[in-house]
């Protein structure tokens, strides 16, 4: 029986690196996937997935527009006499709610495994639509671990610098790398601000 999995982590837990080897492992019995990432992110391409240790591999662009369940019906049609196995989604914190609804339609309705990878919460520590959704919708939810860039704890958030500065104002969604974002622990996240 399929179910719709989240898999959440701070920047730097290895999401999209995940999602390269899940593929790689069942590419390698010969078992096809899809793989999507929504096009705002840009790290690898529009049609990239690209992990910060340097894999990369081709992704479906999602758009605000596109019905996931219609994309994934499509390639399942046209997969004959073959089928898909796995749906991966990558950066799922900028899916919209549709996009969630017809993730869990491919579940019940396709019965095709979905794995979603993204984050959970923003730089003010409030969560995307995507990950409030996957949150409400998915049969399994798993924390990525990774460790704080300042000390030795758990990452659990992420703070945003602007010109070497903590920045905790302005919009949602910027993409960035590590001189960017940097994965913290609730304890250095708040003295990060307090030493403003």
Known sequence: ????YYK???????KSFEIIKVAHNYEEQGKQVLIYSPSVSARGGVDRVGSRVGFEREAIP???????????????AAAVPSKIYC???DEAQFLKKHHILELTQVVDELNIPVMAFGL?????????????????????IEEIK??????????????RYL????????????IGGNEDYKPVCRR????????E
Do not use: H
């Open 188 to 195: 250095c996240y708040n003295e990060a601000f307090r030493k």
């Open 1 to 4: 029986m399929a179910q719709l």
């Open 120 to 140: 959970k919460n923003d730089f003010q520590n409030q969560l995307f639509e995507g990950s409030y959704n996957l949150l409400v919708q998915a049969d399994k």
């Open 146 to 159: 990774t460790i704080c860039w300042f000390c030795d704890r758990k990452a659990t958030m992420v703070i």
């Open 87 to 89: 749906v991966l989604i």
């Open 62 to 76: 999602v758009l605000d527009t596109t019905n996931l369940y219609d994309s994934v019906k499509e390639r399942v």
């Open 163 to 174: 010109d070497g500065q903590p920045m905790n104002a302005g919009e949602q969604i910027q």
């Open 8 to 14: 959440y982590g701070t920047m730097n837990s290895g």
